[in-house]
């Protein structure tokens, strides 16, 4: 059975690394029916068990916690999510940034006080709309989202140390191709 398990190489990886290349087996899941009626279906089974592996690993807060740390800034994972998409989109309304995020308007707007409060976003009047809140990230914001994504990529160059131009190209365009397809599928028929 495949399992989080410390990785020998990687000491500090406080259990969170898994096994990933641990051929999976046929599972019977809580419905009592295997998955694994057909290679396909192996392969489904086994790609939705190693994406709850990486949810489980990406929301870590104690591994954001240690990544923060390593960074030496103070940040959350939801104000991180912030800049992000403020680095990423540009100035955003409250609205979109929320959506953008996938956070409830109360926790971004709460997230992006303290960030206005520690000075790494603005909040002002959009000049077409009086009535909406324009939130852009500063520089100082910029600086320290960049130092914690310094720290992430640091991670994934080491992790990923022995893989080759041609794997990271094909697992860039695969993740991302998976990504689109996803978000364009509903989730049911």
């Known amino acids: 059975m495949v399992g989080i398990q410390r990785h020998p190489s990687h000491p500090d990886a406080s259990g969170l690394v898994s096994t990933l290349l641990t051929p999976h087996k046929k599972r019977t899941p809580w419905n009592g029916r295997a998955v694994t ?3 396909k279906d ?3 089974d086994s790609i939705s068990r190693t994406l709850a592996q990486v949810v489980r690993l990406t929301s870590s807060r104690s591994l954001f916690a240690r990544q923060a740390a390593a960074a030496g800034v103070g940040l959350t994972q939801p104000s991180y999510a912030l800049l ?3 680095i990423d ?3 955003l309304a409250m609205g979109a940034l929320a959506r953008s995020t996938h956070m409830d308007m109360g926790m971004a707007t709460r997230q992006v006080t303290s960030l206005v409060d520690a000075g790494l976003v603005t909040r002002n009047p959009d000049p077409a709309d009086l009535r909406v809140a324009l939130v852009t990230v ?3 914001g910029r600086r320290v989202a960049g130092k914690l994504l310094g720290v992430r990529i640091g991670h994934l160059q080491r992790a990923l140390a022995d893989w080759t131009e041609a ?7 695969l993740l991302t191709r998976f990504v689109a397809d996803s978000l364009a599928t509903p989730i049911d028929d």
Do not use: K, V, W, Y
Request: glycine share 4%.
């Open 42 to 44: 192996a392969s489904l």
């Open 37 to 39: 009626s057909s290679p």
């Open 89 to 91: 989109n540009g100035p």
């Open 167 to 173: 794997e990271l190209d094909q697992f860039d365009r």
């Open 84 to 86: 992000r998409a403020l």
């Open 138 to 140: 500063t520089s100082q």
